[in-house]
């Protein structure tokens, strides 16, 4: 249910109703209010506020009854007091076990006040995740409101959220996109109005904000599909993540759109910038002990990138520790993926415990206990772009400029 509610957060025009209990309305809002913080800690402004979003608030008697009279009052205050254009329903868990038709109420609704409404098969956690919800909701949102039309040179529109349109990964494709001459028209689904939400079939191309695990997954089926659908051009399998792909990137994106001169000019202008920011650093970090430490799972974790900061600011890669957290499974997994980058030492944890204490710096996946270590945590969600690399350098710059004696957590 928050990946519905995800999907059409910002989309103003929509109202969100949950047939649930009071409680699952609160965790999107939750979510929705942790995405604010973080937000506000990276010194980024929200651009508009989310849609209302209200619950049928079902009780207990409504286990034994049914909700779906409870439901319809729901709606018919949504519509009296927001006038929405479109309404989402999600089922709750509750809703799918006392069998509420939570689809035939939608149809009926629709007779009666002419207005869409976009329903999920899916009721809360009995039958799908997050993702599942947050797709089925954008692939209605194509099937009714998009149609082809002829496009418009130069201008993308952004697929994915990724923290939305002022998060750090917007944010930095916008910038170097406008530095080439091209203009993001929107981001789909969830940060466009529903009235705007057409025009983004009139983009040039599709850039996916995405990069690894179960949501890129359906992040490449979306645009698959959107390319079947309308024509869309789209780099696969190409992310501005780490600085060699950053690199890549701009240069695919000058010929994929056309413009590869601009591209040219702008992939100079960051190498200019890297340099300078490189010349900041490596007085302090080369030559530095680092130790590498992986917890995450292959799916969540790109050692690529990682080895090429560490090799950037000239860090002394003493070994990588593989945590307990890595299943053996994974564990043979990620010993492959690290060999085609680095032939330093691997260890397993226990084995790997005299390198953390000799490191300057620990780069980790997780929290370690050992209060003297200087631990960087590295993100779940990768910076991305040159500005995100650079960002990253100088988290680690820091650490190593710090007079401190003992040690620390420092967050990316």
């Not at 260890?347 to 960087?376: C, I, P, W």
């Not at 590295?378 to 401190?404: A, D, N, W």
Request: one cysteine or more; glycine letters at 10%; a negative charge.
């Amino acid at each position: 249910m928050p990946g519905v509610w995800r999907a059409v957060a910002y989309m103003d025009g929509v109202v969100v109703i949950f047939h649930s209990p009071r409680a699952c309305a609160h965790i999107a809002r939750t979510m929705d209010i942790n995405t604010h913080y973080r937000a506000m800690g990276d010194g980024r402004k929200e651009e508009r506020a989310s849609v209302p979003l209200l619950s049928s608030q079902l009780e207990e008697k409504h286990s034994i009854f049914g909700g779906i009279d409870r439901l319809k009052k729901c709606i018919a205050y949504a519509i009296e007091k927001y006038a929405p254009q479109c309404l989402v329903l999600g089922g709750s868990c509750v809703a799918g076990v006392i069998g509420d038709d939570v689809e035939a109420v939608a149809k009926e609704v629709e007779e009666e006040y002419n207005l869409p409404v976009i329903t999920v098969d899916s009721y809360g956690f009995l039958d799908g995740e997050f993702f599942e919800g947050y797709f089925e909701i954008t692939y209605k949102l194509i099937d009714r409101y998009l149609y082809p039309q002829k496009y418009i040179p130069k201008t993308v529109v952004l697929i994915g959220d990724n923290g939305g349109p002022w998060g750090h990964y917007a944010t930095e494709v916008t910038r170097i996109l406008k530095a080439m001459g091209v203009t993001v028209i929107g981001q789909f689904p969830g940060y466009i109005t529903l009235e705007d939400l057409p025009k983004i079939t009139s983009a040039e191309a599709m850039v996916v904000l995405g990069g690894k695990g179960n949501t890129h997954e359906g992040l490449e089926c979306l645009t698959k599909r959107l390319q079947e659908k309308f024509g869309f051009k789209f780099l696969q399998d190409v992310y501005p993540v780490g600085w060699q792909r950053t690199q890549q990137w701009i240069i695919e994106m000058g010929k994929l759109l056309n413009c590869e001169e601009q591209a040219e000019e702008v992939l100079q202008a960051e190498r200019l910038l890297m340099e300078k920011s490189l010349a900041q650093f490596l007085p302090v970090t080369k030559n530095k002990k680092a130790t590498l430490c992986i917890g995450r799972w292959l799916m969540y974790f790109h050692p690529e990138s990682m080895l090429g900061v560490i090799n950037a600011l000239e860090l002394d890669l003493q070994g990588i520790v593989l945590l307990d957290a890595l299943e053996a499974g994974y564990f043979d997994e990620m010993v492959g993926a690290l060999r085609k980058y680095t032939d330093v030492p691997i260890y397993s944890n226990l084995d790997g415990e005299h390198l953390l204490k000799e490191a300057d710096v620990v780069l980790t996946t997780h929290e370690l206990q050992d209060k003297n270590l200087k631990q960087v945590f590295l993100p779940m969600l990768p910076k991305v772009g040159t500005l995100g690399e650079i960002e990253f350098m100088q988290v680690i710059y820091r650490v190593l400029c710090s007079k401190h004696k003992g040690g620390g957590l420092v967050y990316v």
